[in-house]
């Protein structure tokens, strides 16, 4: 499907800026006033999921992957639940570890230049390990039945985006963000600005409306490029925040305007429906893969 001239182009072309803006006056102020990291990060997310939960209502890109009362109550509620819990949990145990394992100001070289610079390099630093660990899950079958849980519903919504199994979770937001934020020394500011837009990207990444960001799909993956990673019949497009490993490897789609046609999984008589929570979240566990 090729996408026209936008119906709504202050949506389209104002929606990102304006949660970028939102974002940094945020990081900023927390920074600048030493607010609590985990608060402002908490608001953050509540603002962001507020401001593109209206837009895609109002501007829908296709009524058939809007989010309906039955798919709200009847499959994404308990994920939503899920993850907000495991989300806390990982976040409240990566801190732990932080705080008890690493000095205040971060250590070695990267500690040293510019705080911004840092949160950069940790962002690309998380999304290497996402992007080895994301693709794996889409070859290894066992992984596949963990993973393949995120791509079984065939709308995209920006709430749906919490339907996750829990161990992809804790891949995400403990084993990578704590090998990642140990290793390399940066100051836990700069992995908090890290973790912001993190969240941010992976928000407007599920976002059902017309919005477009330009060149910077070569830079960032978000609206644009993470349907196509969503597409039955698509591969690509494996990294969360930034779209260098997947150029890098050879995996990046972007083709401006152009829209896949359905999302979902190929075959989705081979996996549990979604519906289903506690056999979506057994799936795994089950009889030995194929
Ligand atoms: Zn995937
Ligand atoms: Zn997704």
Same mark, same amino acid.
Do not use: Y
């Given at each position: 499907m090729e996408l026209d001239r936008p119906t709504r182009p202050l949506l389209t072309y104002g929606t990102y800026p304006v949660l970028a803006?939102?974002?940094? $006056?945020?990081? +900023?102020? $927390?920074?600048? +006033?030493?607010?609590?990291?985990?608060a402002v990060i908490g608001a953050l997310t509540a603002v962001t999921i507020v401001i593109v939960f209206s837009v895609e209502r109002v501007n829908p890109l296709q009524d058939r992957w809007s989010m309906t009362k039955a798919s709200l109550l009847g499959r994404d509620l308990p994920f939503i639940g899920l993850a907000v819990v495991v989300e806390q949990l990982a976040t409240a145990g990566?801190?732990?570890v932080a705080a008890s394992t690493m000095p205040r100001d971060g250590f070695g070289p990267l500690a040293r230049i510019p705080i911004l610079a840092q949160a950069a390099f940790a962002l690309v630093a998380l999304d290497l390990l996402w992007y080895g660990y994301h693709r794996a899950a889409h070859t290894v079958s066992r992984l596949w039945r963990v993973h393949g849980l995120h791509h079984a519903p065939s709308q995209l919504y920006?709430?749906?985006?919490?339907v996750f199994h829990?161990?992809?979770?804790?891949?995400?937001r403990f084993v990578i963000s704590l090998i990642v934020f140990k290793t390399t020394?940066?100051?836990?500011d700069a992995a908090f600005i890290a973790i912001a837009v993190l969240g941010l990207q992976q928000t407007v990444s599920h976002v059902n409306s017309d919005l477009r960001v330009g060149k910077l799909n070569y830079v960032l993956i978000g609206t644009e490029t993470h349907r196509y990673h969503h597409a039955a019949q698509e591969r690509g497009n494996y990294s969360s925040v930034v779209a260098i490993w997947d150029i890098v490897f050879g995996t990046f789609l972007y083709e401006p305007r152009r829209v896949p046609d359905a999302f979902g999984l190929e075959d989705p008589a081979s996996f549990p429906d979604p519906r289903r929570f506690h056999a979506a979240l057994a799936w795994p566990l089950r009889r030995a893969a194929v």
């Open positions: 803006f939102v974002t940094a $006056a945020a990081l +900023w102020s $927390a920074v600048r +006033w030493n607010l609590d990291r985990d990566v801190s732990v920006v709430l749906m985006h919490q829990p161990f992809d979770l804790l891949v995400s020394g940066i100051s836990p």
